[in-house]
C-alpha cells in the first residue's frame, strides 16, 4: 500500500493566530499527517464531540455540522495556550476530564517562555511544550507519542481480545485463577 504510517495519524490543531495555524497545519502536512485545524478551543470541543451545551447565537458556525468527528479518529491534538475564550490549559483539563479522549496525546504551543506555565501543563498531561514558531524538528518529536498511544491500544485491544479467546476457548479445563498442584 502507499499510504504512510504517519499518514493514518490524525491530528487536530488548535490556535486562533490565523498564520501559526496555517504554519502548524503546513508543518503536519509536510510530516504526512492528517490536520483539521480550528481557531478556538470551543470548536475544537465542538468537533470532538464534548461542547456542553450552549445557547447558539446566529453567527455561530459548526465546524462538523453533519457531526464528522464521529468519523474521525483524532491521534493527537496540539493547542496554542493562549487564546480567546479558553486557553489550551483550560482545552487540555477538559481533554484530560472526557472518558473517550483521556489518553489522546496534548501538546500545549506557546510564544511565551513561562517556566511555571509550562510545568503546569506538562504536570496536568501534556506529553510536550512547543515554543512557537514551531519548526519540523518539534513536529518529527510528535512521532513518538502518536506511536506511544497507537501501541497503547492495540495493546488493550490485543488483551480485550486475549480475554474473550480465554473465556471462549472450550479446550480450557481450569479457570484463570487456578493455582497448579505442584506447590
Do not use: W
Not at 24 to 38: D, F, G
Not at 109 to 131: H, K, T, W, Y
Amino acid at each position: 500500500m502507499g499510504v504512510t504510517a504517519e499518514s493514518q495519524f490524525h491530528v487536530l490543531a488548535v490556535d486562533d493566530s490565523l498564520i501559526d495555524r496555517k504554519l502548524i497545519e503546513r508543518l503536519l502536512k509536510t510530516s504526512s499527517y492528517q490536520v483539521t485545524a480550528v481557531d478556538s478551543g470551543s470548536k475544537a470541543l465542538e468537533f470532538l464531540g464534548l461542547n456542553e451545551e450552549q445557547p447558539r447565537n446566529a453567527n455561530t458556525t459548526s465546524v462538523s455540522p453533519n457531526h464528522l468527528n464521529q468519523e474521525i479518529e483524532v491521534s493527537l491534538i496540539i493547542t496554542d495556550y493562549f487564546m480567546p475564550e479558553m486557553t489550551g490549559y483550560d482545552l487540555l483539563r477538559k481533554i484530560k476530564e472526557s472518558k473517550s479522549y483521556k489518553d489522546v496525546p496534548v501538546v500545549i504551543m506557546s510564544s511565551e517562555n513561562v517556566p511555571s506555565r509550562i510545568s503546569q501543563c506538562l504536570e496536568d498531561g501534556a506529553e510536550e511544550f512547543f515554543l512557537k514558531p514551531v519548526q519540523l524538528s518539534d513536529v518529527n518529536k510528535l512521532r513518538s507519542h502518536l506511536l506511544r498511544g497507537r501501541s497503547k491500544e492495540h495493546h488493550a485491544n490485543s488483551e480485550k481480545r486475549m480475554d474473550r479467546e480465554e473465556i471462549l476457548s472450550p479446550e480450557r479445563t481450569r479457570s484463570r485463577y487456578d493455582v497448579p498442584e505442584a506447590f
